[in-house]
Every structure is written in structure tokens, then in C-alpha cells.
């Protein structure tokens, strides 16, 4: 119990004195980013899954 109770008071020792937590503005920008990555990422899924779509639809318009 007592390396229990030690891992514990140490994790929160490194939480508090240890990391380095960003700044409004640094966590402002980081989500822009992140949100900006999403939508490229979502684009570029979009698009190929349009453009599979359309290239099975026209194989399979010639087995009708």
C-alpha cells in the first residue's frame, strides 16, 4: 500500500510542478489547427468516397 501511496503523491507533484501547461493563447491556436486539420482531412475523405462511389456506379451501369 505504501508504493501505492508514494505513486500517487508523486503524480501529483509532476502534474503541479513538473508540466508545463500551455497558455490561453496557446491552447486557442493548437485547437484552431486542430479543427482546420479535421476539415481538410473530412474534405479529402469526402472526395474519394464521392469519387469511388461514382466510378462503382459506372461499372456497375454496364452489368444492368
Known sequence: MNKV?????DSY???L???TW???SQLQQSTVI???ATLVIMA???T???ASSMVLKFIY???K
Open 44 to 46: 479529402c475523405i469526402w
Open 5 to 9: 501511496s508514494t505513486y500517487v503523491k
Open 48 to 50: 474519394m468516397d464521392t
Open 61 to 63: 451501369s454496364f452489368f
Open 17 to 19: 510542478e513538473k508540466v
Open 13 to 15: 507533484h509532476e502534474l
Open 34 to 36: 486542430v479543427l482546420i
Open 22 to 24: 500551455p497558455t490561453w
